[in-house]
């Protein structure tokens, strides 16, 4: 029996990305703290509702 296939464009819940990061830490120093944070102009550009289904 084999595996069904994920349909492109979904991504998996735990990446390879997380797995170094959780060996690794964020910048590349096991334990230390994450400094990325959301500035405020950032986050005034990041829109609060989403539409889901919307195609453009």
Known sequence: MTKPREPNGVEPPHSEEDMQRE?????GVPG???P??????REKKTPKHIELGHTS
């Open 23 to 27: 060996q690794l830490g964020p910048r």
């Open 36 to 41: 990325a944070r959301m500035t405020p102009q």
């Open 32 to 34: 230390a703290p994450d």
